[in-house]
């Protein structure tokens, strides 16, 4: 069994796992794209690691009607969350497996009190969809300022129009010391790949869906199939955590050298008060 050279910069919050938090801590918010591939657990363990073990929610359902936003391993409400983060994977439009106004409606239905900030890793949440408002910009003006499209949020980040982020090194050239812990890594849109990229990732997605008997520990599934069998379980996710930790014990030592073939890139894009978010 593989593990990554971070771990034990990230351990304390895989032992964090089920702690209850003050009420006043940080959010940070899954779905089920988790099952997609590795990415969203490394957010996960990037975003603990970097911001002081946020309490973890999970969204459940696909639109305002059947959605719902679920405490994992604490009893916190989200209502009370300052920072938000969210780690699922997106497109034009699409937050998980909401659209993008589906999921402000929501998010907004269950955080009445205004969030100081909101960050999206989010693949094209940056991006303004035809005859609408981009992800990033719907959250925003759930809570209106006084001005058009401006927000009470002080800080809402996210991709940059057309782009998705990914975690990186923090260098414009090919890093010549690779890092060797992720908190290490910096999020950035419009990265460069090492040639060692490619087959990296290969070996990481073939993994993923069982390939080279990799195998989820005691089953006999895949981890992809392993989590779209407790998904089907348990939509609220109050088995992730035990998840994310077998994900980094298989895969830490691949996905940090996936990062490390990362570089150069832009940083999030960011509105909020006095600003205009589209």
Do not use: R
């Not at 009607?65 to 938000?84: M, T």
């Not at 949020?153 to 690779?178: E, F, H, W």
């Not at 994900?247 to 996936?258: E, I, M, S, T």
């Amino acid at each position: 069994m593989k593990t990554g050279s971070f771990k034990s910069a990230v351990a304390a919050a895989a032992l964090l796992f089920g702690t209850t938090s003050p009420a006043w801590a940080d959010a940070t918010l899954m779905g089920s794209s988790i099952c997609d591939n590795q990415a969203d657990s490394f957010d996960y363990l990037w975003i603990a690691a970097n911001n002081n073990n946020p309490d973890l929610y999970f969204l459940s359902g696909n639109s305002v009607n059947n959605g719902a936003i679920n405490a994992v391993g604490h009893n916190n409400q989200f209502n009370n969350a300052n920072n938000v983060y969210i780690a699922v994977h997106g497109g034009v439009d699409q937050v998980d497996a909401f659209s993008g106004t589906a999921f402000a409606q929501l998010f907004l239905n269950n955080h009445g009190n205004v969030p100081t900030s909101v960050t999206f890793y989010v693949c094209q949440s940056g991006t303004v969809p035809n005859n609408g408002v981009s992800s990033m910009a719907a959250v925003a003006q759930s809570y209106p300022g006084n001005q058009q499209n401006s927000t009470l949020i002080q800080t809402v980040t996210a991709p940059g129009p057309n782009s998705c982020p990914a975690l990186a090194v923090n260098s414009a050239q090919p890093p010549v010391n690779p890092i060797g812990n992720l908190a290490l890594a910096v999020y950035h849109t419009g990265i460069q790949h090492t040639q060692a990229y490619n087959g990296l990732l290969n070996t990481l997605l073939t993994e993923w869906a069982g390939g080279n008997n990799v195998v989820y520990p005691n089953t006999n599934l895949s981890f992809q199939g392993y989590c779209q069998q407790q998904l089907g379980v348990d939509a609220t996710g109050q088995w992730v955590p035990a998840f994310i930790t077998a994900v980094n014990n298989q895969f830490g030592a691949d996905y940090l050298a996936l990062v490390n073939a990362n570089y150069d890139g832009n940083a999030l894009a960011t509105c909020g008060v006095g600003q205009q978010c589209n």
